[in-house]
Each structure stands twice: as structure tokens, then as C-alpha cells.
């Protein structure tokens, strides 16, 4: 089946740092890539839709200069949290697209800013 | 697409009993609806999915059962086991456009 890994799965940084997170599609190529942040006890709200080789569509209210989306191949997105605060703590979990419009979740990654 | 809520709704079954989750979904013109399945600290796991032009599917174990006019979908889980301890999401979407999540049900199975 179709895999897609999150790397770092945790990740402690300091307040004012920036962090950055892979989203990989292993086994498949993805055109389309989501970011998706999820607070605890709480469901996943969509960030940004990353497309392969053009800029990412972010959602209301998302910073698209704090939230830097880049993806730069088919199986490759990153998302790099910039000047990070402690209330960008949270579970930041990426998706992939096949060619199907099937959508695979990865694993999330816990960020944590103290 | 659905608020946001910030508690979870808790369903707590017996091993072995059937366990119903239930999920209101606000956009008529959705079209496709997936149910996952999410343990702690892991991403959503799929589980089923149903189209619009059905209201009832069946896998192993599970049933999802889909109302369109009254814009509810529900997941029927057979002798749930402790392993299907987890919050459950459903998830619209409309023609291939981005997934709405909705709020999330915590599924507690003691054995």
C-alpha cells in the first residue's frame, strides 16, 4: 500500500527558532501534498495545499510567511514553522495525493516550542 | 465545513458489543465521505469509504451507513475489541476538492 513518512516525528526547538518538516510519499508520486495541524482533542484543520512546482494554496487565516510550504518534487514537501512561538505547538500531520485522488496520511510530527 | 469543537464526544462500549459513532456533515454537495481512525500521537488511519450514490457500504467488521437527506453518516463497528480504542473522524469532500474533517468521536472499548 501507499506509505508516506513524516520526519522529525518530535521535535523540541526554542521560541524564535525555525523548524523545519519532510513529508515524503514513498512508494508513489504526489503532485498534491496537505499540511494539516491538529491541537489536542481536537480534529485536523486543513493548513495549505502544496502542488508540485508552484506555490502553495494556504487556508483563511494561515500565514503563508510563518507556515513556509516548498514542494519540490513529486514525493517530497516540506513545511518549515519560522520564528516559532509556543502556541505553534501541535501535531502537524501531512498528506499525499495519488494518482487515483486518494489521499495517505503520514505519521505527524509533535512540535513542541518552549 | 463542520466547527471545530474543543471536547471530544466519548462512546464507551463493552468488548464485544457494537459500537455506532455518529457524524452530521454540513455540505449538500459533498460528494465522497471517508471515516478514519486515529490512535494517540499516530496520523488517521482510512477505515471505509462511501459515495453518493450509495448509503451503505460494508468491510470487515465495519458498516457505514450514509443519510444523505439529512446529511449523516454513521460508522457501525461489529464485537468491537479493546484495538479499536481510538478517536474516530469522518471526513467530506467534494469532487476531489480538499477533505473536511469533522469533530471526532473517542471510542473506549473495556474489556
Known amino acids: 500500500g501507499a506509505v508516506v513518512s513524516q520526519h522529525p516525528s518530535r521535535v523540541i526547538c526554542k521560541s524564535g527558532t525555525s523548524v523545519k518538516i519532510e513529508c515524503r510519499s514513498l512508494?508513489?508520486?504526489?503532485?498534491?501534498m496537505f499540511w494539516y495541524r491538529q491541537f489536542p482533542k481536537q480534529s485536523l484543520m486543513l493548513m495549505a495545499t502544496?502542488?508540485?512546482?508552484?506555490?502553495?494554496?494556504?487556508e483563511q487565516g494561515v500565514e503563508k510567511d510563518k507556515f513556509l510550504i516548498n514542494h519540490a518534487s513529486l514525493t517530497l514537501s516540506t513545511l518549515t514553522v519560522t520564528s516559532a512561538h509556543p502556541e505553534d505547538s501541535s501535531f502537524y500531520i501531512c498528506?499525499?495525493?495519488?494518482?487515483?485522488?486518494?489521499?495517505?496520511f503520514g505519521p505527524g510530527t509533535r512540535l513542541t516550542v518552549t | 465545513g463542520e466547527s471545530v469543537g474543543l471536547h471530544l464526544p466519548t462512546l464507551s462500549v463493552q468488548e464485544g458489543d457494537n459500537s455506532i459513532i455518529n457524524c452530521a456533515y454540513s455540505?449538500?454537495?459533498?460528494?465522497?465521505f471517508i471515516w478514519y481512525k486515529q490512535e494517540s500521537g499516530k496520523g488517521p488511519q482510512f477505515i471505509i469509504d462511501?459515495?453518493?450514490?450509495?448509503d451503505k457500504r460494508q468491510g470487515q467488521r465495519v458498516t457505514v451507513l450514509l443519510n444523505k437527506t439529512v446529511k449523516h453518516l454513521s460508522l457501525q463497528i461489529a464485537a468491537t475489541q479493546p484495538g479499536d480504542s481510538a478517536v474516530y473522524f469522518c471526513?467530506?469532500?467534494?469532487?476531489?476538492?480538499?477533505?473536511?474533517f469533522g469533530k471526532g468521536t473517542m471510542l473506549l472499548v473495556s474489556p
Open positions: 498528506s499525499a495525493m495519488d494518482s487515483t485522488n486518494e489521499q495517505y
Open positions: 455540505n449538500s454537495a459533498s460528494d465522497y
Open positions: 512508494d508513489f508520486q504526489a503532485t498534491t
Open positions: 502544496s502542488n508540485e512546482g508552484s506555490k502553495a494554496t494556504y
Open positions: 471526513a467530506e469532500n467534494e469532487g476531489y476538492s480538499t477533505l473536511t
Open positions: 462511501i459515495r453518493s450514490n450509495m
